[in-house]
């Protein structure tokens, strides 16, 4: 086994040294995720952005979290809202996650995207691969993020393709079935 490099030891042998927030990005960076949009609506206004930190929390009864950053214009809007949809997104939906990942205010966001409407008419993105319509339960404010712990209240699953994964801070690519093109490592 290769030994840790010291960016990876930080903090995890009793030390006290700070851990170095560039260190602690690829740490990261070696868990692969899926990605997601989460949308919502409040003020009549819809908006949305891209998420990986999104996980399942129990089963029964069904609930999930997203951590949203303070800074995120969509975060006070799902606490108004107290509602938000969580779309799991396939290989095929990089742009889409590109598109949500910019500032860029809300309607040009969703402009010229197909929308159904969802419960407390909140958008509901089309073609991706499973839609989680959640009620806030929970709301818990951690360091420069908040925790919404979500209710999940109404299910629908799309097709069955290969997801859209984040590795390494870059999307990993689907090859063919059951295969994943990981980006290349950093130098
Ligand atoms: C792959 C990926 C994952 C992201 N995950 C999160 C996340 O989990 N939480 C978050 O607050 N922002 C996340 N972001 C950043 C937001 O999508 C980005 O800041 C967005 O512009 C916020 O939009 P808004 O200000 O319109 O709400 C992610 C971005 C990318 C590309």
């Given at each position: 086994?290769t030994?840790?490099?010291?960016a990876?030891?930080?903090?995890?042998?009793?030390?006290?040294?700070?851990?170095?927030p560039?260190?602690?990005?690829?740490?990261?960076?070696r868990?692969?995720?899926?990605?997601?949009?989460v949308?919502?609506r409040?003020d009549?206004?819809?908006?949305?952005?891209?998420?990986?930190?999104f996980?399942?929390?129990?089963?029964d009864p069904?609930l999930?979290?997203?951590?949203?950053?303070h800074?995120?214009?969509?975060?006070?809007?799902?606490?108004?809202?107290?509602?938000f949809v969580?779309?799991?997104?396939?290989a095929?939906h990089?742009?889409?996650?590109?598109?949500?990942?910019?500032?860029a205010?809300?309607?040009e966001?969703?402009?010229g995207?197909?929308?159904?409407?969802?419960?407390?008419?909140?958008?509901?993105?089309?073609?991706?691969?499973?839609?989680?319509?959640?009620?806030v339960?929970?709301?818990?404010?951690?360091?420069?993020?908040?925790?919404?712990?979500?209710?999940?209240?109404?299910?629908s699953?799309g097709?069955?393709e290969?997801?859209l994964?984040?590795?390494?801070?870059?999307?990993?690519?689907a090859?063919?079935?059951?295969?994943?093109?990981?980006?290349?490592?950093?130098p």
């Amino acid at each position: 086994m290769t030994a840790p490099s010291p960016a990876s030891r930080a903090g995890a042998a009793g030390s006290t040294a700070p851990v170095d927030p560039a260190g602690f990005r690829r740490a990261m960076g070696r868990w692969p995720t899926g990605v997601s949009i989460v949308t919502t609506r409040a003020d009549g206004v819809d908006s949305g952005l891209t998420v990986n930190a999104f996980l399942s929390v129990a089963l029964d009864p069904p609930l999930v979290l997203v951590s949203l950053a303070h800074e995120a214009d969509s975060t006070p809007r799902v606490q108004r809202s107290g509602r938000f949809v969580v779309h799991v997104l396939g290989a095929r939906h990089r742009p889409l996650s590109e598109r949500f990942a910019r500032a860029a205010p809300p309607e040009e966001k969703f402009e010229g995207l197909a929308i159904a409407r969802g419960l407390g008419e909140l958008p509901i993105l089309e073609g991706t691969l499973a839609v989680l319509e959640c009620a806030v339960r929970e709301a818990h404010d951690v360091a420069d993020h908040r925790l919404f712990v979500g209710a999940v209240e109404r299910l629908s699953l799309g097709a069955d393709e290969a997801p859209l994964v984040f590795f390494r801070g870059r999307y990993a690519e689907a090859e063919t079935e059951g295969r994943l093109r990981l980006p290349d490592p950093r130098p």
